[in-house]
């Protein structure tokens, strides 16, 4: 099984906005994670079933320790929509913690006010 | 309904024979007349033709304009808007629960009073046309999110901004009411959604003791709906191939490990 | 009430109600079987792809209709201006020869 990360990249870039090539990798891993799943979580039933013959058991894990990086929810970053930062992302507004500040100044969040009490 | 007030308009313009234009007399006249008056009189078309049918008639106007004011009045008093219009001007009417059994919970959320307040009274009033108790708005506790950001680099983190974020919640609550008018009216609701207000709502249905008999009945149906969902569903036919799991884990991905 | 008849409860219980009979509170993995797909939540992160001005341009040429992106006439012409002055950007080199004469040159 070849271990390239090009596998799991679109032939055609399917985002908008802000692009990053950090940006599009998440993506991709986001992607795979997606696609991939269902197996994992097969898997994952098998390593924690105990009634299940140790051998299948442990081959299981084997399997899913051999699967792709990128199919691993802990290859996901949350990232900034706008600016690709990786870094203080607000997950309400996929925003980083400048990028908001700035949209919340020019009005373009709903509802977010300068607060003062 | 609104054919009636412009009728009413044009009556008026007939009998009067005004050259001042007519919207100008009326609106001092009746102060208390309603908004959608005027408009329709502006609207109507009689009012230019007079203008120029009769400018000799200017002179003698001006020492008519009690009478016409007192005449106006008159009309004012004798005639009125319909019921449901004149409705509008004050508090939502209400029907009245008459067990109190809730059906149907709906929460408007909005970042702004004015936005919840209006879709409120639109929702009961709404309500009540179609036969609907309806009680609330009950002002729900307000969700504040409150966020402090640097304002630039972390050098300098001892300047920073708050920001806030005011959820503001309405629960009205509909009681004994028919679920298929609950459901046209949260039908009717998202069809007339207003901007900014965001609704969620958690209906009940009740049903009878027998409910498992029903269920059964209903049984053949609900499976012919479900029929083409049913099909999609099973083990792919390249993949079923005559292998079982312990095969498929021996072989495929193992073979590289097992030869080390 | 007696042991044996309680578990017969248990398991009428579960049967009714489709759940799985586990006196002796085995790990299952069952867990993992309830959980959610998490995938289509996490993969709907960034915003995907639109309609673009481009895409617009090229419906409309088969049907002889031209369009105008200022922007890029403003690109290209400034691209036109780098070639002129000399700024333009470097001849792609296609073999491993030419790349490694033209870094000697340095």
Known sequence: ?117 | MFSYTTRSAIGVGKRLRVPVPVRSLSSPSLPNAPSPEPATTTQAGPAPALATGSPDAEQPSEPRVKEWSQRLRALGEDTRLPRSVQAIYSRPLRRKAEYGLPVCDLQLRSYSVQNVEFFADFAIRAAYYLNLPASGPVPLPRIVERWTVPRSNFVHKKSQENFERITLRRLIQIKDGNPQAVQAWLAFLRKHAFYGVGMKANVWEHDSLDVAKSMDASLPEVEKTLRPHLEQFGQRHDNSADRSIFDVLDSDRFAERKNL | MPQPRLLDLVKAQCRIFSLTFNPQRLRLGNKILRQRLRGPALAAWYPRKTVSFRDLQNTYKPLGLTTFDEAEDDREEAIQIAKLRGKGRPKKKRTAAESRSAKKKK
């Open chain 1, 1 to 117: 099984m070849s271990k390239a990360a090009s596998m799991f990249r679109s032939k055609k870039l399917d985002l908008s906005g802000f692009v990053n090539t950090r940006l599009i990798r998440d993506h991709n891993k986001r992607n795979a994670f997606e696609q991939m799943e269902p197996e994992r979580q097969a898997l994952r039933y098998m390593i924690r079933n105990t009634t299940l013959p140790q051998r299948v058991r442990a081959q299981a894990q084997l399997q899913l320790s051999q699967m792709h990086v990128y199919t691993r929810p802990t290859q996901i970053k949350n990232r900034c929509v706008a600016s690709g930062t990786a870094r203080s992302v607000f997950r309400d507004f996929r925003l980083n913690r400048f990028q908001f500040r700035m949209q919340a100044l020019a009005g373009e969040l709903p509802g977010v006010k300068k607060a003062s009490w």
